[in-house]
């Protein structure tokens, strides 16, 4: 029993990959899914956070990609259970754009005290904010593992061979044949199976046929048809022996096919925290957009409340000029923000979608964010050494880096048997036999083989004739440096995989104390620019009402104007640092996904 529970097992895997690679990949389809269009109203896409995130599930490309690399894992394991070698995998994963609201951000930059400023785009988006990057997970280097001892093919074989001849051979000699030319008809047909095993032991069944024809009164019997059955079985005893070995690459395809789904769900995890901060970034440089509508509306009430005390004559004509470059430079604030927003809505449009800005549809559409910015009044944030633990249990980049390191394991036995002699055990057992009609021109035949092709299977059969042989072939090289090179280069490999391994776990907990101290920061932020905001709210106030009492000037009206923009501003900025370092450290813990809903059997057939 305990034997049938893991054969079944392999069967059943088997054949779900042979069923796979059979009917083979789901065709390339790049029409968006039903919820892009469910999404669009009246020419605009609603989006809340988990909608943003499931439309990068069903719709972005980089997580279609690889969709298809567990097809790929599949037909490397049916391509080892034959024998083969593994082909390997692509270790790519595609990050999102880093997007307007990036580093590089606007938002970031202090306005300063400036007076009838404003900021001027000279140059299209860097590439580098529009697309994607590549992390490469490979933990293995670029030099692939050396293949060691061949592995026999472990699918049977049929073979077969058919071929007839007619030849004559003039004679020198009359009495050698008694003919002055010989005459021969030749007629071969042979059939047999091959087949390897796991133990690195070869089997060949021949059944050998020929059937013959001679002019010559030398032969007693013609035509004659002799047969042979023979088993021929080789069995290394050093090099190339053993399940463990030759079932090397079934085991690392096997692997390799638990790696392809981990891949699959580290992409999940790429998407979703991408998918995220653009999110957040957008919802930022949106509200950053009301922040200079309200700038411009100020500007536009001093220029007004400026235009009627130089009416009265109250002011001087200058102040007039200066509140209308306040205007004009409000306004172009203004106009860089909205920029700032179709940018980065077209950013995030081709990451949530298959076909991108070419949907006229979705590249005409306004993005509607219906999540706004949101720090909770308290951090719930477990102890540090939980969420270490939590990392190193969940992130899928982790799991595929110890498998990879498994399968330098592997691989490293395949590479130190190769240095064994190559000792072998040649066994072979065959049974033959004869028959056929009387040669006319024979002188007192032999009758023991006389009859047809039946009398002679009947001969095979009863074992009439048989022949047994059993040897050892040896080929000891005096030396191997090939094999002690490849030996040595996948011992180096294994120990550099392992320390990448490390390094990475080292990463994860870097990642999880980076994106802690980010909230902590972020949040100190947040209260500072709040706090700051409220003083400068208050403070504009205040110099309004000097002005407005003719205390003051609208220069600094307009200084207290610019401060209280930029408040606002980085009170923007704080909030959507804390809420993308929140994300960062669901990233680094490997629980964005299930934050976000998204569920990974769902996933992989392309709905959310």
Same mark, same amino acid.
């Given at each position: 029993?305990?034997?049938?529970?893991?054969?079944?097992?392999?069967?059943?895997?088997?054949?779900?990959?042979?069923?796979?690679?059979?009917?083979?990949?789901?065709?390339?389809?790049?029409?968006?899914?039903?919820?892009?269009?469910?999404?669009?109203?009246?020419?605009?896409?609603?989006?809340?956070?988990?909608?943003?995130?499931?439309?990068?599930?069903?719709?972005?490309?980089?997580?279609?990609?690889?969709?298809?690399?567990?097809?790929?894992?599949?037909?490397?394991?049916?391509?080892?259970?034959?024998?083969?070698?593994?082909?390997?995998?692509?270790?790519?994963?595609?990050?999102?754009?880093? *997007?307007?609201?990036?580093?590089?951000?606007?938002?970031?930059?202090?306005?300063?005290?400036?007076?009838?400023?404003?900021?001027?785009?000279?140059?299209?988006?860097?590439?580098?904010?529009?697309?994607?990057?590549?992390?490469?997970?490979?933990?293995?280097?670029? /030099?692939?593992?050396?293949?060691?001892?061949?592995?026999?093919?472990?699918?049977?074989?049929?073979?077969?061979?058919? +071929?007839?001849?007619? !030849?004559?051979?003039?004679?020198?000699?009359?009495?050698?044949?008694?003919?002055?030319?010989?005459?021969?008809?030749?007629?071969?047909?042979?059939?047999?199976?091959?087949?390897?095993?796991?133990?690195?032991?070869?089997?060949?069944?021949?059944?050998?046929?020929?059937?013959?024809?001679?002019?010559?009164?030398?032969?007693?019997?013609?035509?004659?048809?002799?047969?042979?059955?023979?088993?021929?079985?080789?069995?290394?005893?050093?090099?190339?022996?053993?399940?463990?070995?030759?079932?090397?690459?079934?085991?690392?395809?096997?692997?390799?096919?638990?790696?392809?789904?981990?891949?699959?769900?580290?992409?999940?995890?790429?998407?979703?925290?991408?998918?995220?901060?653009?999110?957040?970034?957008?919802?930022?440089? +949106?509200?950053?957009?009301?922040?200079?509508?309200?700038?411009?509306?100020?500007?536009?009430?001093?220029?007004?409340?400026?235009?009627?005390?130089?009416?009265?004559?109250? $002011?001087?004509?200058?102040?007039?000029?200066?509140?209308?470059?306040?205007?004009?430079? $409000? !306004?172009?604030?203004?106009?860089?923000?909205? *920029?700032?927003?179709?940018?980065?809505? $077209?950013?995030?449009?081709?990451?949530? /979608?298959?076909?991108?800005?070419?949907?006229?549809?979705?590249?005409?559409?306004?993005?509607?964010?219906?999540?706004?910015?949101?720090?909770?009044?308290?951090?719930?944030?477990?102890?540090?050494?939980?969420?270490?633990?939590?990392?190193?249990?969940?992130?899928?980049?982790?799991?595929?880096?110890?498998? !990879?390191?498994?399968?330098?394991?592997? +691989?490293?036995?395949?590479?130190?048997?190769?240095?064994?002699?190559?000792?072998?055990?040649?066994? =072979?057992?065959?049974?033959?036999?004869?028959?056929?009609?009387?040669?006319?021109?024979?002188?007192?035949?032999?009758?023991?083989?006389?009859?047809?092709?039946?009398?002679?299977?009947?001969?095979?059969?009863?074992?009439?004739?048989?022949?047994?042989?059993?040897?050892?072939?040896?080929?000891?090289?005096?030396?191997?440096?090939?094999?002690?090179?490849?030996?040595?280069?996948?011992?180096? !490999?294994?120990?550099? +995989?392992?320390?990448?391994?490390?390094?990475?776990?080292?990463?994860?907990?870097?990642?999880?104390?980076?994106?802690?101290?980010?909230?902590?920061?972020?949040?100190?932020?947040?209260?500072?620019?709040?706090?700051?905001?409220?003083?400068?709210?208050?403070?504009?106030?205040?110099?309004?009402?000097?002005?407005?009492?003719?205390?003051?000037?609208?220069?600094?009206?307009?200084?207290?104007?610019?401060?209280?923009?930029?408040?606002?501003?980085?009170?923007?900025?704080?909030?959507?640092?804390? =809420?993308?370092?929140?994300?960062?450290?669901?990233?680094? /813990?490997?629980?964005?996904?299930?934050?976000?809903?998204? /569920?990974?059997?769902? $996933?992989?057939?392309?709905?959310?």
């Amino acid at each position: 029993m305990t034997m049938r529970i893991p054969v079944l097992g392999y069967v059943a895997v088997a054949l779900a990959c042979a069923s796979l690679v059979a009917a083979g990949p789901p065709a390339v389809t790049l029409q968006n899914s039903p919820r892009v269009n469910d999404l669009l109203r009246a020419g605009n896409l609603y989006l809340s956070l988990q909608d943003a995130v499931a439309l990068a599930v069903e719709n972005n490309l980089d997580v279609e990609l690889q969709r298809y690399g567990i097809f790929l894992a599949d037909s490397d394991l049916l391509r080892t259970r034959g024998g083969g070698v593994v082909r390997g995998l692509s270790y790519n994963i595609g990050e999102a754009p880093t *997007g307007i609201g990036g580093p590089a951000s606007p938002l970031l930059i202090a306005l300063g005290n400036r007076f009838g400023a404003s900021t001027v785009p000279t140059n299209p988006s860097e590439l580098g904010l529009l697309g994607g990057i590549q992390s490469n997970l490979s933990v293995l280097g670029a /030099t692939p593992l050396s293949n060691g001892p061949a592995v026999p093919s472990l699918d049977p074989a049929l073979t077969g061979a058919w +071929s007839w001849n007619r !030849q004559t051979v003039p004679q020198n000699y009359l009495a050698q044949y008694g003919v002055n030319a010989l005459v021969t008809g030749n007629m071969l047909a042979n059939a047999g199976v091959q087949q390897g095993f796991s133990t690195g032991g070869q089997a060949a069944l021949a059944f050998s046929n020929s059937r013959q024809s001679l002019n010559t009164f030398h032969s007693d019997y013609s035509p004659f048809t002799a047969s042979s059955l023979g088993l021929t079985v080789t069995q290394p005893l050093l090099r190339g022996f053993g399940r463990g070995l030759n079932r090397r690459f079934i085991r690392i395809a096997a692997n390799e096919r638990k790696i392809s789904r981990l891949l699959f769900n580290q992409q999940l995890i790429a998407t979703a925290y991408g998918v995220t901060r653009l999110y957040i970034d957008l919802v930022g440089l +949106s509200e950053d957009v009301r922040v200079k509508q309200q700038t411009v509306e100020l500007a536009e009430r001093l220029y007004a409340d400026t235009k009627a005390q130089v009416e009265e004559g109250t $002011a001087a004509e200058i102040e007039v000029t200066r509140a209308n470059a306040q205007v004009s430079a $409000a !306004q172009q604030d203004l106009i860089g923000a909205r *920029g700032l927003v179709e940018e980065q809505e $077209a950013i995030l449009k081709n990451v949530v /979608t298959r076909k991108g800005l070419y949907d006229s549809a979705v590249a005409a559409a306004h993005i509607v964010a219906t999540d706004p910015l949101r720090v909770p009044d308290q951090d719930q944030v477990e102890p540090v050494q939980d969420l270490v633990s939590q990392a190193l249990a969940n992130r899928p980049d982790l799991g595929q880096a110890a498998l !990879q390191v498994e399968n330098s394991t592997i +691989s490293l036995e395949g590479a130190r048997n190769a240095l064994l002699p190559q000792i072998d055990l040649v066994g =072979m057992m065959q049974n033959s036999g004869l028959a056929g009609q009387l040669n006319p021109l024979a002188v007192g035949p032999d009758m023991t083989f006389l009859g047809g092709y039946a009398g002679l299977l009947g001969q095979i059969a009863a074992r009439n004739y048989p022949s047994y042989g059993i040897g050892v072939q040896v080929n000891l090289p005096l030396r191997n440096r090939v094999a002690e090179a490849d030996a040595a280069r996948d011992e180096v !490999q294994l120990r550099q +995989s392992e320390i990448r391994l490390a390094q990475l776990r080292n990463q994860a907990r870097l990642e999880i104390e980076d994106a802690l101290i980010a909230m902590r920061r972020a949040r100190a932020s947040y209260q500072a620019a709040g706090a700051t905001r409220t003083l400068q709210e208050q403070s504009f106030a205040a110099e309004q009402a000097r002005f407005e009492e003719g205390i003051s000037t609208g220069f600094f009206l307009m200084q207290y104007q610019n401060l209280l923009s930029q408040a606002r501003s980085t009170e923007l900025v704080a909030k959507a640092s804390y =809420m993308k370092a929140q994300a960062a450290l669901q990233r680094a /813990t490997g629980g964005i996904l299930e934050a976000m809903g998204v /569920t990974l059997d769902r $996933a992989l057939k392309g709905r959310q």
